[in-house]
């Protein structure tokens, strides 16, 4: 069947482009084309060095897995306070936030442990400074290093046409059209593939051992394999994947990734959520309730 292209067909580019009045869709409050703050508000913080602001998102995720593994490894520095950011609220757009990242996107860090506090913005950034800042998760044999950040950078630069491009037009935008679904697939189906035939060759998405790369690119591909992100896995055909759907469930058994996903969770029951984080007992307490509902 084909989708409704007229919104595509009759749209007459302007000799300059000015944004509309009201902008429609889901993200339609959020997105404006200036940056800075949009308001004046201090974050908060917590007792430990590693402040986190984040919301439980696949780029948010990826960075609570990270460091709930630094700590199931034993990194007890790694103890950090999560607080949550709900960009739909625009809490994204506060002064205290475009401080530490002008950018205006989760996840953002400060560190507090050096002698002047380092921020810490852009999920891949975030997971190459603590894992070395750590020394995990990270080989220090210069090839077995540059394949991992090889990785890394791949899911980095094609996330976004899972998220903004995929997910948002197959998802979130105000009407189905078939040009930009049919584009966003195609692509989303392709980084399946390169994904599938990597895991082919190694156990791990960097190689041999578990990484970073792992921790970057498992929620994002988690989530397509296992429909909880854009309800797509059927449209994508993911489980011809093979090696991912492996990968997947592999990685998904850690007991790290599962405490890392809970953090700055504000989907399902109010049982499952976990809106800030400022020691491992407040997990412990999300998984002990969810053993109770079930």
Do not use: C
């Amino acid at each position: 069947m084909r989708g409704d292209m007229t919104q595509n067909t009759e749209y007459q580019l302007p000799e300059v482009w000015t944004a509309p009045e009201d902008a429609s869709g889901r993200f339609g409050g959020i997105n404006r084309p200036e940056a800075g703050p949009r308001y004046e508000a201090e974050l908060p913080r917590g007792k430990h060095p590693l402040q986190l602001y984040s919301l439980a998102t696949p780029n948010g995720q990826k960075v609570t897995i990270m460091l709930e593994e630094l700590l199931a490894a034993g990194v007890s520095q790694a103890e950090y306070d999560a607080h949550l950011i709900r960009i739909m609220e625009q809490e994204q757009f506060s002064s205290g936030f475009v401080a530490i990242n002008p950018n205006s996107k989760i996840p953002a860090l400060v560190d507090y442990s050096e002698p002047k506090p380092i921020r810490v913005f852009e999920s891949g950034n975030i997971l190459l400074y603590l894992a070395e800042k750590f020394g995990h998760f990270l080989p220090t044999e210069r090839a077995a290093r540059t394949e991992v950040l090889n990785w890394l950078f791949w899911l980095q630069g094609s996330a976004p046409f899972i998220g903004g491009g995929f997910g948002h037009f197959y998802a979130y935008a105000p009407t189905k059209q078939e040009y930009p679904i049919n584009r966003y697939t195609m692509e989303t189906k392709r980084l399946l593939d390169v994904l599938n035939r990597r895991l082919a060759e190694e156990r791990f998405v960097g190689g041999p051992e578990y990484s970073i790369a792992d921790m970057a690119s498992w929620p994002w591909f988690a989530g397509l394999m296992n429909n909880t992100v854009y309800g797509a896995a059927k449209f994508l055909d993911a489980e011809r994947y093979t090696n991912v759907r492996r990968w997947v469930d592999e990685i998904g058994a850690r007991a790290a990734v599962q405490r890392g996903i809970i953090v700055n969770s504000v989907r399902g029951e109010p049982h499952e959520q976990l809106h800030t984080r400022h020691s491992a007992a407040d997990i412990d307490a999300v998984l002990e309730r969810r053993k109770i509902v079930q």
